[in-house]
Each structure stands twice: as structure tokens, then as C-alpha cells.
């Protein structure tokens, strides 16, 4: 048990619909941290919450949007996808940015 | 920054010592070195993090040279079920700097 939990664990999109992942933790860390795996592929940072601020890639498209209420829950929120946007999404949380990461199992994500 | 540089893959057999170089030439003062093992369609798995010299824990060892130009991830007598990715990170706490997974090393135990 990681202790950072992922919902839901499969996801099938069209390209047009909206849906959000979710993400909590229950470690007490102040860091959460989106990730994107494509197949074959090492992992990519998406965007970093540290106590609530946010530090994100430039590179990641606008199609996602994420969301950090609290330093127990993170969400990232997904509309208008491409089918290259298929991927493992893995969420993580540190007790502080850079230290020892906990990952959750991974939302698999396919985009029609 | 200090970018990661290791090899694509390895082959071992069951049971002999298996070690995974990770070159970061341009590791900052401040910088720690991190370990991790992913399987496949799961999520990273922490396994052995240092600074300098020797770590040890109960799975693995990590050995860090003076210069800490590199290190080398040594794992005892690995099975079947070593098989998997094995990732290093160059990174300080308290900073999103340097969050960069590299390709990793794919190992491959053969029985």
C-alpha cells in the first residue's frame, strides 16, 4: 500500500468529452505531482503543487488543467484531447518537492 | 542541470550481483541521488537514495565516488522478479529542479 490512491484506474475518452482524474494521498506530504507515461516512453513531468502553489511544465498543453484544493488531494482535469494524449498518468506525492516521491498505480488513459 | 545518462538496458541470470551505472556529471553541491524500479503499468518505487560514499538498505547499495560525477546501484543476487526499470534522479529537497526521469535502464534477469 503506496498510500496515494488513483481514480479511476481506466478511463476510455472521445475526444470532445471532459473528465477529471483524481488523486489523494494520505501520507501527510506537502508535494503532489502529475506525471505522464507514454508507452516505451520515460516518465514526463507534468505539474508540480508545493503547499498548495503550483510549478508546471511550459510544455504541457492546455488541454489539461490541473487542480490542487488541499495538500491531500490533486486532480487534473482533461477536455479536448488528441489521441496522442493516450498514456499512464501516474500521480506522486513527497513530503517536500525533490525528496523521496510516492507513486500511486496509474490511471490508464485512452482517447478516442 | 544535472542531466541523468545510463545505460538502455542489461541482461543477468538469477542469482549473480547486478550493478547499474548513472553518470551526472554535473550534479550541483547540494544535490542527492535517488534510485527508483518501475514495473510495467505501475507507478515508480523508491528504492535507495544517498548523498556520498556507501547507502545500504535491506534491498540494495549505492555507491557514490569522492567527485560524485556518478553513481552505481548495486542489487545482491537478483530474480526473476528484478526484472523491471531502473531509474536515477539528481535532486535537492525543497526544489522542483532537476524532476527529470531519464530513460532508465531496462534490466532483464534470465533464469
Known amino acids: 500500500e503506496t498510500g496515494v490512491t488513483q481514480t479511476p484506474r481506466h478511463l476510455v475518452m472521445g475526444m470532445t468529452n471532459k473528465k477529471s482524474l483524481k488523486c489523494e494521498q494520505h501520507?501527510?506530504?506537502?508535494?503532489m505531482y502529475w506525471y505522464k507515461q507514454s508507452a516505451k516512453k520515460p516518465l514526463e513531468l507534468m505539474f508540480v503543487?508545493?503547499?498548495?502553489?503550483?510549478?508546471e511544465n511550459n510544455s504541457v498543453p492546455s488541454r489539461f488543467s490541473p487542480e490542487c484544493p488541499n495538500s491531500s488531494h490533486l486532480f487534473l482535469h482533461l477536455h479536448t484531447l488528441q489521441p496522442e494524449d493516450s498514456a499512464l498518468y501516474l500521480c506522486?506525492?513527497?513530503?517536500?518537492?525533490?525528496?523521496?516521491?510516492?507513486f500511486g498505480p496509474g490511471t490508464r488513459l485512452t482517447v478516442t | 542541470l544535472a542531466k541523468t545518462t545510463q545505460p538502455i538496458s542489461m541482461d543477468s541470470y538469477e542469482g549473480q550481483e547486478v550493478n547499474i551505472t548513472c553518470s551526472h556529471n554535473?550534479?550541483?553541491?547540494?544535490?542527492?541521488i535517488t534510485w527508483y524500479q518501475q514495473f510495467p503499468s505501475q507507478g515508480p518505487r523508491f528504492i535507495i537514495q544517498g548523498y556520498k560514499t556507501k547507502v545500504t538498505n535491506e534491498v540494495a547499495s549505492l555507491f557514490i565516488p569522492a567527485d560524485r560525477k556518478s553513481s552505481t546501484l548495486s542489487l545482491p543476487r537478483v530474480s526473476l522478479s528484478d526484472t523491471a526499470v531502473y531509474y536515477c534522479?539528481?535532486?535537492?529537497?525543497?526544489?522542483?529542479?532537476?524532476?527529470?526521469f531519464g530513460s532508465g535502464t531496462q534490466l532483464t534477469v534470465l533464469p
Open positions: 501520507l501527510g506530504h506537502n508535494a
Open positions: 554535473n550534479i550541483a553541491t547540494n544535490d542527492y
Open positions: 503543487y508545493s503547499l498548495e502553489e503550483r510549478v
Open positions: 534522479l539528481v535532486g535537492i529537497s525543497g526544489s522542483a529542479r532537476q524532476l527529470t
Open positions: 506522486a506525492s513527497s513530503q517536500l518537492t525533490g525528496d523521496e516521491q510516492y
